[in-house]
Structure formats: structure tokens, C-alpha cells
């Protein structure tokens, strides 16, 4: 899996939103951005995927650059329960799903009360 | 809503013993996966299995770590002669198959293996 770079730590406010960037200015034409996220003592869990439109599901948004090379999570209103490690994962279509995926440092969120 | 489902929660088991790790993947998943993280470090895919056997494995995933679906419905991994290094919270993980691209992969909650 292509590289990411990503902040070590973010701080936020309980209601507010939170936007936790990630770069990856060497994705390739069919590499998938995906996030995860690692509650304390948790196995990871999804959060969202997309290839080059922004995506909404009910936990977060993806907007993802126009030329790929960087992308946004969006948790619109975080809850103490967000507090975790999100991982950004770029993910290439290997036919199937056999690939695992490369985990990095991701970003530690903190959310204040 | 479906899930992993992973035992035992927690494991100590002397060095050079053998030890088990069970996994029950979600039912309609065809694709079984193991990750382990040492304390305080990154999440590490160990081996990918489908159809019966071995797709994908990491460096780490050497000759004494082996991984079996002895029945319909679970998933073991087995560490034949454990090390003091083995110690780690081991994930498995299941996703159905992906025909289009960027499949979700669903983790259990984890077995910690203490090696003393």
C-alpha cells in the first residue's frame, strides 16, 4: 500500500466538528483512500472509503482533493465515544480482498467535554 | 449487526508452549485475515486466507505461526513454540468478497497473548 502522512494527535471539542487531514501525494489511478478508527482497547474499526468522489456514510465524510494527492475525514459533530486513532489507508484493488491492509502511526484525537 | 467474534479475551503462556487463537469470522465473509499489535505500536497483517488456504502473508508471518479453518465456521491461528516477542493483542478479521474494489474489512475485538 502507497504511503500517508498524517498528524500524530488533534485536539477538538465535544459537538464540534473535526476535520483530520491526510496526504498522499503518491496514490495511483486505483488505489482506494479507506479510514479506520481504534478505540482504546478495540480492534479497528471502518469508518468510510471513496476513490475520487466525496462520500457520506452515517459515522463521517470523505472529501477527497481533486487530484487525489490528500483527502479529509469529517466527523460533523464529535461525541466523547470519537476519541481514537484514525488511520488513513490507501488500498489497492487486488481482486478479491486478499491484500491486508498497512496500518500506520494514524492521528490520535482527543475530544475535550 | 454481524461481528467477529474472537477467544480467549486474554492468554499467559510459558515460553516454547503452543498456543491457539480462535476466530469466528461474520458468516457470509469469505476472505480471513489475522493482525496482531504489540502494545503501544502499529497494527501488523500477519496472513490473508480464502478458499481454503493461504492468499497472502507478511514477513512476520513465519513457520511457526500457521492458520486453519478446520470447520465451516472457524478460523484458528496456531503459534507452534511461543516467544517472549509473541506477546501482542492478535486481531482477526473477515470481508466478503469484493467485486468492484475497497471491501470493508470487519476485526474482532482482539486476543491478548501474554508470553512469560
Known amino acids: 500500500d502507497a504511503k500517508t502522512t498524517q498528524p500524530n494527535s488533534m485536539e477538538s471539542n465535544e459537538e464540534e466538528p473535526v476535520h483530520l487531514p491526510c496526504n498522499h501525494s503518491?496514490?495511483?489511478?486505483?488505489?482506494?483512500i479507506h479510514w479506520y478508527r481504534q478505540l482504546p482497547s478495540q480492534g479497528p474499526e471502518y469508518v468510510i472509503h471513496?476513490?475520487?468522489s466525496n462520500v457520506n456514510n452515517r459515522m463521517a465524510s470523505l472529501a477527497i482533493a481533486e487530484d487525489r494527492k490528500s483527502s479529509t475525514l469529517i466527523l460533523h459533530r464529535a461525541t466523547l465515544r470519537d476519541a481514537a486513532v484514525y488511520y488513513c489507508?490507501?488500498?489497492?484493488?487486488?481482486?478479491?480482498?486478499?491484500?491486508?491492509?498497512?496500518f500506520g502511526k494514524g492521528t490520535h484525537l482527543i475530544i475535550q467535554p | 449487526e454481524p461481528e467477529v467474534t474472537q477467544t480467549p479475551s486474554h492468554q499467559v503462556t510459558q515460553m516454547g508452549q503452543e498456543v491457539i487463537l480462535r476466530c469466528v469470522p461474520i458468516s457470509n465473509h469469505l476472505y480471513f485475515y489475522w493482525y496482531r499489535q504489540i502494545l503501544g505500536q502499529k497494527v501488523e497483517f500477519l496472513v490473508s486466507?480464502?478458499?481454503?488456504?493461504?492468499?497472502?502473508k507478511s514477513e512476520i508471518f513465519d513457520d511457526q505461526f500457521s492458520v486453519e479453518r478446520p470447520d465451516g465456521s472457524n478460523f484458528t491461528l496456531k503459534i507452534r513454540s511461543t516467544k517472549l516477542e509473541d506477546s501482542a493483542m492478535y486481531f482477526c478479521?473477515?470481508?466478503?468478497?469484493?467485486?468492484?474494489?475497497?471491501?470493508?474489512?470487519?476485526f474482532g475485538e482482539g486476543s491478548w497473548l501474554t508470553v512469560v
Open positions: 486466507f480464502y478458499n481454503n488456504e493461504i492468499s497472502e
Open positions: 489507508i490507501l488500498r489497492v484493488y487486488s481482486g478479491g480482498g486478499a491484500d491486508g491492509l498497512t
Open positions: 503518491t496514490i495511483s489511478g486505483t488505489d482506494y
Open positions: 478479521a473477515s470481508s466478503p468478497y469484493d467485486r468492484v474494489g475497497g471491501n470493508t474489512i470487519y
Open positions: 471513496g476513490l475520487t
